[in-house]
């Protein structure tokens, strides 16, 4: 069986060695020797001034929303997964979407300011695949308003744009730490901000307000993550350059092997240093994708519709059309890809996919 992703795991002496730190500590939680070394070597490794572990990729959203969205519209992308738009509605956010690039994937910022009102608070985009948003373009726009902008960079654990990291841009990134993400702690994530003040509410409001243990600096909730976790995350971070290189060369095949005269793939934003961390294709209709899908899984293959549907669709969004992202949504595949998977293996695919 060919998924379409597959967990890294490092060597388990690796892991239980991290692990038996924490026995060791007899401290599992509340930020102890783990977590905040993971910390230390992720922010050099990153090159970055501050950042929080959290317990997943989803919370450093609700906690940048709460702060920074203040109950009005938040300008947001269609093309994403649904933690983007689930957590906008979870903070009683409205979404306010707006179609996406064509061949980027990533919010069309042509688009952002018409969709703009007095109640417009944020612009929540995603660097959809990794794939930066145009930073320069929102940045502009934003000022222009004075919005937050919170970037979804949970695809983009190492991407570098502008020759520094994709997480330095926006007044917060956050990224996810999920097993099938490309740097994982098992469940986890991480949020980024530059603004002392803002590192300051969102480092409070990630553990219930606490300010020693009996005061408070404002409303918080639970978002740390484990010692246990971090074990993972400590085992995992020095394999991360092997990961990425593996990444690469899976996608160097997929860029050799596969006929592009009628699939379209993504197209990476200039100046960016991509992470390998998906491989979607874009067929010419939703009738091919369907056949070449049941033909993949006959062979036991399974690569995943990503994303599907267009988020403007859900029930529980009154969404306007969004003619691009949803015809992009019904034609799109990411095809397997992860550290060990076998040239004959991607051969085969290809093969199937060009017939
Ligand atoms: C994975 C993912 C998330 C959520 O991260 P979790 O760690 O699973 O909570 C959010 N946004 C996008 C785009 C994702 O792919």
């Given at each position: 069986m060919i998924p379409v992703t597959q967990t890294f795991l490092p060597p388990i002496d690796e892991y239980q060695a991290q692990v038996q730190r924490a026995f060791d500590n007899r401290w599992l939680t509340n930020r102890g020797e783990l977590v905040k070394e993971l910390e230390e070597k992720l922010k050099s490794y990153l090159s970055v001034d501050w950042l929080t572990i959290t317990n997943n990729g989803t919370i450093p959203l609700q906690i940048a929303i709460k702060l920074l969205g203040k109950g009005g519209e938040i300008i947001t992308t269609?093309?994403?997964?649904?933690a983007t738009t689930a957590s906008i509605v979870w903070e009683n956010c409205t979404p306010v979407f707006v179609d996406i690039h064509p061949e980027y994937l990533t919010i069309d910022e042509t688009k952002i300011e018409q969709a703009i009102t007095e109640k417009t608070t944020c612009i929540l985009a995603t660097h959809v695949f990794g794939n930066p948003c145009h930073i320069e373009a929102i940045e502009i726009i934003a000022k222009k308003y004075g919005l937050s902008v919170i970037y979804?960079?949970?695809?983009?654990?190492?991407v570098n744009y502008n020759d520094q990291?994709?997480?330095?841009?926006?007044?917060v990134s956050t990224c996810s730490f999920h097993?099938?993400?490309?740097?994982?702690?098992?469940e986890g994530g991480v949020m980024f901000a530059k603004d002392k003040d803002l590192q300051h509410k969102l480092f409070y409001a990630h553990n219930?307000?606490?300010?020693?243990?009996?005061?408070?600096h404002g409303l918080g909730i639970n978002a740390k993550i484990s010692e246990l976790q971090a074990a993972m995350g400590l085992a995992v971070f020095p394999y991360i350059e092997t990961i990425i290189k593996e990444r690469k060369y899976v996608v160097e095949q997929y860029d050799k092997l596969l006929d592009f005269s009628k699939i379209q793939k993504l197209k990476i934003r200039a100046n960016t240093e991509w992470n390998y961390s998906y491989y979607p294709i874009i067929f010419e209709t939703e009738t091919t994708l369907l056949k070449v899908q049941e033909v993949l899984n006959q062979k036991e293959i399974f690569p995943r519709r990503y994303f599907y549907p267009s988020l403007n669709t859900i029930e529980y969004v009154k969404g306007q059309s969004m003619p691009i992202s949803e015809d992009i949504a019904s034609r799109i595949m990411c095809l397997p890809l992860y550290v060990g998977l076998e040239l004959d293996k991607i051969e085969e695919i290809c093969s199937l996919i060009n017939e």
């Open positions: 269609p093309f994403s997964y649904v979804d960079a949970a695809h983009s654990f190492g990291s994709i997480f330095n841009y926006g007044d097993a099938t993400k490309l740097f994982h702690t098992g219930f307000g606490h300010n020693g243990p009996l005061a408070f």
